[in-house]
């Protein structure tokens, strides 16, 4: 066993051998690569846009640098990518360096040895992003409502108490219609924070949860349960520990005809505990109670997977009760802050979908509701719409649509669903995968030389960039197609090298990892909580 004073010995190596200075131009995932993943450094000469006043050229050969001991593990010359046009999408020329052939573990950089510049260091392992998932889970807990974030689990700087708990506020909560009529008033304290804003919207909250539940599925190994949340340790796995707290909310905001409460509208401050203002909930509305329904249905196969068969039975029976207020309310839409009906002011974006959302609502709850519960009547509700999502209409697969196709993926792999169905959708899924224009097809003709090709860029795109390389892995997941499944893998992964520092901007999307590999991250965001111009929560490190 290595003695500690090495290991030591070794970091202080690491920081002598790269002495070099880190170059903004030649990126690389921040955090590192799998051993058997291709791997692919961008170097960058901005051409347009914000940066167009600068320039880099690379010199004629570069190296893949052990940071331990110096040596050249791998030279290549750096290949122009597209023969050397700018991009439109990023404004920039790029070369690609790649050392795909290097799996040893071990720590790296990418140096361009006639201009002495390297890139900052990384490592091959392959439990490289161990650390980054559990920290990304976290952010969930600094997202709860009503609970305190005690230092010992939040970190000193980012400690506060437990909010929206006061007077009028989530115990005490009142419909926004009728908010000085305590006979109105009911608990629904706890759930997550949307994202910027303090609101709580049950529709993307149950999508939360699904996800979740999703990805716990998929890999139940992959999930461990030392998160360090105040859940940490009881022997179950921290994600379900963490959606537990999501999905005991909707339970509060189910009323008991079934139906779901749409939203609760909450006040803000930093920190979010000084919030004082009233809290108001919307009434209930058929999308907020089909998203539940689903978000039940899933949880209680997850739950019952580790044993936790009452919790999963209780999660079978809302979930049926929200089914049967659905299908009795088929049209129960709530717009809120509109003024259309006086809800100005009841959170932020508006929640509610149309008629194309609420079918999906529909085809996705009874998804979950036939794996759970082997019932054919949820089978035969989903085989009587599956054809009309867009997914079978266009046969078009893209990342704005990725929750629904997923819904339809996920059929295919449940026990009895009717095998007509099943391979229709496989097969469909392949075919645009394989044909439509930015799937596969930008792929293979490198469209985009961050290797993250996205048709437009919007609110939200690394979500949605995030979509996309979820849709490739797909073929993986539902095994649809064994031939292609090392170019899914490769092409899953630029997406995910993307988001770690493979882009135009140098940046680790993930927020303050520097203590887990990011060398570049985002510093700030939107956030009531982080507000601009806060002297304490403005910007990381300041």
């Known amino acids: 066993m290595k003695h500690p004073g090495s290991i030591i010995f070794l970091l202080f190596l690491s920081d002598f051998l790269s002495g070099q200075n880190p170059s903004k131009y030649i990126v690389t995932d921040q955090f590192g690569y799998l051993p058997e993943a291709r791997k692919i450094a961008v170097i960058r000469d901005p051409e347009t846009g914000f940066d167009a006043s600068e ?47 290097v799996s040893a573990a071990g720590r790296y950089f990418v140096l ?75 608990d629904v304290s706890g759930g ?87 809290s108001l909930y919307g009434p209930p509305s058929t999308s907020a109670t089909l998203n539940t329904a689903a978000a039940f249905a899933i949880s209680s196969i997850a739950y019952r997977s580790i044993y936790l068969n009452a919790y999963a039975d209780t999660l079978v029976s809302r979930a049926k009760k929200a089914w049967d207020w659905a299908n009795q309310n088929p049209a129960v839409v709530f717009n809120n802050n509109s003024p259309e009906n006086s809800s100005l002011g009841v959170g932020a974006g508006n929640q509610e979908t149309d008629d194309y959302g609420r079918l999906m609502a529909k085809l996705e709850a009874a998804c979950f509701l036939f794996d759970a519960t ?58 645009a995968i394989l044909t439509n224009a930015d799937n596969f097809p930008a792929f293979y003709g490198k469209k985009d030389p961050y290797m993250a090709h996205l048709s437009s860029y919007v609110w939200g795109s690394n979500g949605i960039k995030a979509g996309q390389g979820s849709m490739f892995f797909n073929l993986i997941s539902y095994d649809i197609n064994q031939v292609k499944f090392k170019d899914a893998k490769d092409a899953a992964m630029g997406y995910m090298n993307y988001l770690h520092g ?41």
């Open 502 to 542: 493979v882009n135009p901007l140098n940046l680790v999307y993930l927020s303050n990892m520097y203590k887990y590999g990011g060398e570049n991250c985002v510093n700030e965001f939107y956030h009531s909580w982080f507000t601009n111009g806060s002297s304490k929560w403005d910007r990381v490190g300041v």
């Open 192 to 278: 997550w924070y949307d994202a910027g804003d303090y609101n709580k919207y049950t529709n993307w909250t149950a999508n939360y949860v699904v996800e979740m539940m999703k990805a716990y599925i998929e890999k139940p190994d992959a999930w461990g349960d030392n998160y360090n949340i105040p859940e940490s340790g009881n022997t179950i796995p921290d994600i379900l520990d963490e959606a537990m707290w999501g999905v005991d909310w909707l339970m509060k905001m189910q009323q008991a005809d079934g139906g779901v409460l749409s939203i609760v509208s909450l006040s803000h401050s930093s920190p979010p505990s000084s919030a004082k203002g009233q």
């Open 374 to 431: 082997q019932e054919s009547a949820f089978r035969d509700t989903f085989d009587k719409n599956y054809q009309k999502t867009h997914l079978i209409e266009w046969n078009y697969a893209y990342p704005y649509e990725t929750v629904n196709q997923e819904v339809l993926l996920y059929y295919t792999a449940i026990e009895n669903a009717s095998a007509s169905v099943v391979s229709t959708i496989k097969n469909v899924y392949n075919n």
């Open 55 to 101: 320039s880099f050229a690379p010199g004629p050969m570069y190296a893949l640098v052990n940071a331990y001991t110096g040596e050249y593990t791998f030279q290549a010359t750096p290949v122009k990518w597209n023969s050397g046009n700018t991009d439109p999408s990023s404004g920039d020329k790029v070369w690609h360096f790649d050392f795909s052939s």
């Open 112 to 186: 361009d040895i006639e201009k002495d510049l390297r890139s900052v260091e990384f490592i091959i392992s392959p439990i490289v992003y161990n650390e980054v998932l559990k920290q990304s889970v976290r952010s969930f807990f600094y997202q709860r409502a009503g609970c305190e974030k005690k230092a010992e689990y939040a970190g000193a700087g980012w400690a506060d108490g437990p909010s929206h708990i006061g007077p009028l506020q989530d115990k005490n909560c009142r419909l926004f219609s009728d908010k000085n009529n305590p006979d109105k008033e009911i």
